[in-house]
């Protein structure tokens, strides 16, 4: 048995697949098989992937119609071999030594699946930023060294990284969990992620970012093409993993809000053509939440902000509508919080003015004496 497999859905990324390829071939770990699916892509990755076949027989190339990440990932994952699992993201680049390290943890813990740091990489800006939510220091500070699971971490659940190649998973552990992609839509990830969170007992964190994200502007999750209306989808399915475990009374009052925010999050980023694709399937799942038991008592539950865009979306007759309202309730905001600083700036003069500190009134008594 091979200590890790290395699975990697591929389509369209001819531009980028050589630097990914080099970075899992080259791994200090060597003992891995390397199973690439390449998606119904249409440039020359799959030249490259057969270039790089011919020069190494730990890969395994499978070509398929295009079916999207998950069908191509699942593929994958079904294929696998190896004790560990990897899933690896044909356009990024994972460090040399990430899964030596990650399975040496994985071992010396007998861990379910390790969680481990990323780094954002901006093409455009050729800049690298190690942002938080990929991180995660809040969750390393908090776990160290320890092994834990998701009832040791219940403040995290939504502050971790739910990306598939942060972590690496040992491979029995995934297939009697059943964890799959839901197929046919992107944002998969998320779903995948909280089967996997549910079912773990043996979660370990390696404090160390082993893995390069590369964000471009035809990336799939960067595109804002109609598929973004994916994530209204994705947001049912997440509540449902919760529903399933039995954890959806604990945690829906955050599940409602998420969705609230998720959802309109991404049609402000979805291109204009689509907005009104968007809207329309937003609206529809919307006014079905008011007869969902599911969501009975939601709106209580809402933060102000979150029932404003429920409540727009739902009285607006067009997608139109809809942004001027957005457009009217953004303005009041605004207004109120000048109003409110105001306000702080009138009565911080005041306490200056009436002030008995010599340091604070000198320079007024000198500005009256002048006069």
Not at 14 to 28: A, K, M, P, R
Request: charged content about 30%.
């Amino acid at each position: 048995m091979v200590k890790v497999s290395v699975v990697i859905p591929v389509y369209n990324v001819e531009d980028f697949l050589g630097e990914c390829l080099d970075s899992i071939v080259n791994q200090t770990l060597e003992d891995i098989e390397i199973i690439c699916v390449n998606d119904g892509s249409k440039d020359n990755s799959l030249n490259i992937l057969n270039e790089y076949a011919s020069k190494d027989n730990r890969f395994t190339i499978i070509s398929q119609e295009n079916g999207g990440h998950a069908a191509a990932t699942n593929k994958g994952m079904s294929l696998a071999k190896g004790k560990y699992l990897f899933l690896m993201d044909s356009d990024d680049v994972l460090d040399v030594t990430a899964l030596e390290k990650t399975y040496n943890l994985a071992e010396e813990k007998n861990a379910d699946f390790v969680i481990f740091q990323a780094i954002n990489y901006y093409m455009d800006k050729d800049e690298y930023v190690k942002a938080e939510n990929y991180s995660m220091n809040g969750l390393a500070d908090y776990v160290g060294d320890n092994v834990f699971n998701y009832k040791d971490i219940k403040d995290f659940i939504f502050k971790i990284a739910v990306t598939p190649w942060s972590k690496l998973y040992n491979n029995e552990f995934i297939k009697k969990a059943g964890a799959k992609f839901p197929e046919g839509l992107i944002f998969d990830d998320n779903v995948f992620f909280y089967e996997v969170l549910f079912n773990a007992k043996r979660i370990a964190f390696y404090r160390e970012h082993l893995f390069k994200r590369r964000w471009y502007s035809s990336s799939s999750t960067t595109a804002g093409d109609k598929r973004f209306a994916d994530t209204i989808e994705i947001n049912n399915l997440i509540i449902n993993v919760f529903i399933k475990y039995g954890l959806f009374d604990e945690f829906k009052d955050v599940l409602f809000n998420r969705k609230i925010k998720i959802v309109y999050m991404r049609f402000t980023k979805v291109k204009c053509e689509f907005k009104s694709y968007f809207y329309d399937k937003m609206k529809e799942d919307f006014e079905s939440m008011l007869t969902d038991d599911i969501y009975d008592g939601f709106l209580d539950c809402l933060s102000f902000r979150n029932k404003s865009i429920f409540e727009n979306v739902i009285s607006s007759s067009s997608c139109k509508e809809f942004m001027l309202m957005m457009e009217i309730f953004h303005l009041n905001n605004r207004i109120n919080n000048l109003n409110s600083e105001n306000i702080y700036l009138k009565q911080l003069n005041k306490e200056l003015l009436s002030s008995n500190s010599w340091k604070i009134t000198k320079p007024l008594r000198k500005i009256r004496n002048l006069k």
